[in-house]
């Protein structure tokens, strides 16, 4: 009834003539996206009181160890579970006053894979703001670059061999980062989404990790970044997959087709 299903699209800054080769790529992964400690939170958080801290606290907790769980159905599983007599209204209103908790569990899970990346002795250069407040062993690992604009993201994704990428915290849909990562030749490094499973074939066009294994995140970087043919062929295939299916133009066209059903 809302309309068409129109996921984000991706840019690419080339052709398939012109695509950076393997060899003109010097970073081995990168990741494009700002960085916030848990501690800027804080005052969010305890604004109402101890009561209220400790209920949003209990909602961040069951979502960061149990990173399949929707933002939306998990703050309303929570409301009803431990809010007395509420109501439907009640909820809408609750719900955007607790945006907080969704930017907390973001960027408390990226901060999470990046961590267990360069700890694990990856150099992983992240272009944002905030990555110097990032609490790991081997801050050394982090090669914290400009905070850039969009064209500028694109500029480094195309210098990379590998794009890194967290889904935010929506279980279905995907992000931009994606698209833009196979339109500009880097294989991405992604967890998943309803949406990402359906659309995406692992090893051919993508690869997958998962929230609640990071522990198994070094060694899928290792395999990958000690296997050229593969991430090659993985290129190829995500690079002419995105340009058919997922740019902007695409979604233009889509929409432009949903529109003409109503004229």
Wanted: a negative charge.
């Amino acid at each position: 009834q809302r309309g068409p299903f129109v996921p984000l699209g991706g840019t690419g800054l080339w052709t398939e003539k012109t695509l950076p080769g393997w060899k003109e790529r010097p970073i081995d992964i990168v990741f494009t996206g700002n960085y916030n400690p848990p501690s800027i939170f804080h005052e969010a958080i305890h604004r109402h009181g101890e009561e209220y801290a400790e209920f949003y606290m209990d909602i961040i907790h069951d979502l960061t160890t149990h990173p399949w769980k929707s933002m939306d159905a998990t703050m309303i599983e929570h409301m009803l579970r431990d809010v007395e007599d509420v109501t439907e209204d009640g909820m809408k209103e609750a719900l955007p006053n607790m945006i907080f908790i969704d930017l907390y569990v973001r960027h408390y899970m990226r901060g999470q894979v990046v961590k267990t990346l360069v700890d694990a002795g990856y150099e992983v250069y992240c272009f944002g703001a905030g990555w110097d407040k990032l609490d790991c062993e081997h801050p050394e690992n982090i090669r914290k670059g400009d905070v850039l604009d969009s064209l500028g993201c694109l500029q480094q994704i195309s210098r990379a061999k590998i794009s890194l990428n967290v889904m935010p915290w929506f279980k279905d849909g995907a992000h931009d980062r994606i698209f833009n990562s196979m339109c500009n030749g880097a294989v991405c490094i992604t967890d998943h989404s309803k949406y990402l499973d359906e659309i995406l074939t692992p090893d051919e066009n993508i690869i997958f990790y998962d929230l609640k294994q990071l522990d198994k995140l070094p060694e899928i970087f290792e395999n990958a970044l000690n296997d050229t043919d593969k991430l090659e062929r993985i290129q190829k295939n995500a690079f002419n997959f995105a340009n058919r299916e997922h740019t902007w133009y695409a979604r233009a066209k889509q929409l432009h087709n949903e529109l003409l059903k109503f004229l």
